[in-house]
Nanobody, 126 residues
Framework: VQLQASGGGLVQAGGSLRLSCAASGRTVSSYLMGWFRQAPGKEREVVAGISWRGGSTYYADSVKGRFTISRDNAKNTVYLQMNNLKPEDTAVYSC????????????????????WGKGTQVTVSS
């Protein structure tokens, strides 16, 4: 599975961005998909995850109510709608896929997901 994230950029605080993660190589319709971020000098952290049917989601406390994860299995793509962005959201955002992890275990196991894509930079100015 190859994953490619896109949609990052520079935005002012309070603004919005929509990230996309396109999968190729094989269908990821049966995989949990997740978004992660890593800021300079910090460890990678889980941002959000969505089950393969989209019926279950997970959000880090820091993004609840501002970010929305969704997926389109027909397009083999997962999205992250980010609203009301804050300077502390500045990071490289990456997507990942795994058939074993669930939204219930994502907080603990998410950083060990099987397939990873290159990230996209999100910069939020104050």
């Amino acid at each position: 599975v190859q994953l490619q994230a896109s949609g990052g950029g520079l935005v002012q605080a309070g603004g919005s961005l929509r990230l996309s993660c396109a999968a190729s190589g094989r269908t990821v319709s049966s995989y949990l998909m997740g978004w992660f971020r890593q800021a300079p000098g910090k460890e990678r952290e889980v941002v959000a995850g969505i089950s393969w049917r989209g019926g279950s989601t997970y959000y880090a406390d820091s993004v609840k109510g501002r970010f929305t994860i969704s997926r389109d299995n027909a397009k083999n793509t997962v999205y992250l709608q980010m609203n009301n962005l804050k300077p502390e959201d500045t990071a490289v955002y990456s997507c990942a896929a795994d058939a074993r992890i669930t939204t219930a275990t994502m907080k603990l196991l998410g950083t060990g997901m099987e397939y990873w894509g290159k990230g996209t930079q999100v910069t939020v100015s104050s």
